[in-house]
């Protein structure tokens, strides 16, 4: 009886295995880790100091405030794991946030830090559950979890997908073995607020002036759980001579859903009654970089027109004005009349999906509107 008991406790075991794709793709953005593994001593800690041993764990994470797209920028960040055998070693006994692995570090500029761990182990004895905990000053959820696709079944993958507060990082390896990840944290998941008003605008297409007095340079658009692709667009905004980064010029963005419709929740204002809810606004960095995120829109219903974003501007000094909207390259409704004018205006955009299922395209632009 014994020996049965083992048995299909062994077999219990190799199924629970089977349910993880344990393939670590090469890092495919080596600039961006590195970036990361520059970060001053304020922004980084290492856990490895502590001594235990385990599968080495590079963590880049950036913070984003949900509500505004805006950076988390000098947070104080407090990080708790087990160890590779999944023990927290806790100094006081069942309170997992003493754990030997702890550490505390604090946000930068642009809302990142740089965690130098180890893999942690299952915690007890179910096969689901390595988990990195992040504490996050003022914010709401304030306690964060951090699990990885590739040690999560499919069953905590949709778990994760509806909680607030745990996120699902994709793991990545270097030609050492290392494990990385490269996440982008979005904390209390919302839609920018504008300050548009309930009265119609006479212009149809513009945006700028609606935009919110404290937006950065990224921003996320779809609202959490919003159906779709998920998709990043991002880039440079140069000035007339197209090699001066443009800074504080603000870019408004709108879309159609994933079922071709610009939809409404009935509360927009502003253009926003025209636009639907899909819409978002950045202001370049001194970089000039901008990055939306948000879903791939879907073609009208009549698929008389590609899929597009649509894309203002308004700079300093600059009146508000519309460029051509951003075309996914391999669209088989985009036009020769597309394609005749790319020469000039590239918007014909490749984008590229990532492990971790996001589109991700670049789009710089150089200004071209007379001053005002």
């Keep these: 009886m014994y020996e049965k008991v083992l048995l299909w406790s062994f077999i219990i075991f190799l199924a629970a295995a089977c349910q993880f794709e344990r393939q670590f793709e090469e890092v495919h953005d080596m600039a961006e880790y590195e970036s990361f593994q520059q970060l001053s001593k304020t922004h980084q800690l290492n856990l490895l100091r502590l001594g235990e041993a385990g599968q080495s764990l590079d963590l880049c994470l950036r913070l984003t405030d949900g509500k505004t797209g805006q950076p988390l920028k000098r947070k104080g960040v407090v990080v708790y794991q087990a160890n590779a055998k999944g023990d927290y070693l806790w100094e006081i006994p069942g309170d997992k946030s003493t754990a ?14 740089f965690l130098k761990t180890l893999l942690p182990g299952d915690f ?13 000053e003022g914010t709401n959820p304030d306690q964060l979890n951090l699990y990885f696709r590739q040690y999560a079944n499919a069953d905590l993958q949709k778990e994760i997908q509806k909680a607030p507060d745990k996120f699902l990082i994709n793991l990545e390896q270097d030609a050492r073995s290392n494990l990385i990840g490269v996440q982008n944290l979005v904390i209390g998941k919302g839609t920018q607020k504008n300050i548009a008003t309930t009265t119609l605008p006479s212009c149809e ?40 980064p443009a800074s504080d010029v603000i870019i408004y963005a709108y879309h159609t859903n994933a079922k071709g419709l610009y939809a ?5 204002t502003g253009n926003g009654l025209r636009h639907g809810y ?11 970089q901008y990055k939306f995120r948000t879903i791939k829109p879907a073609p009208y219903p009549t698929r008389e027109e590609p899929a597009h974003i649509h894309m203002t501007l308004k700079a300093p000094g600059y009146p508000e004005y519309w460029i051509q909207s951003t075309l996914f390259k391999g669209d088989p409704l985009i036009s020769p009349e597309d394609y005749d ?22 789009r710089d632009i150089i200004i071209s509107q007379p001053k005002s």
């Design 100 to 113: 030997k692995l702890r550490g505390q570090l604090l946000t930068d500029e642009e809302g990142r830090i």
């Design 205 to 244: 297409w513009c945006g700028c002036n609606e935009a919110p007095e404290d937006i950065g340079y990224t921003t996320t658009i779809a609202p959490f759980g919003e159906p779709g692709t998920p998709l990043e667009l991002s880039g440079t905004v140069y000035l007339e001579d197209g090699i001066t």
């Design 341 to 362: 004018i790319l020469e000039t205006n590239p918007h014909i955009i490749e984008f590229t999906k990532g492990e971790d299922g996001i589109l991700r395209g670049k």
């Design 278 to 288: 899909l819409r978002g606004w950045v202001k370049t960095n001194e970089q000039g």
């Design 264 to 268: 409404k929740k009935g509360d927009e």
């Design 124 to 136: 007890g004895s179910t096969f689901n559950n390595r988990t990195i905990h992040l504490k996050v």
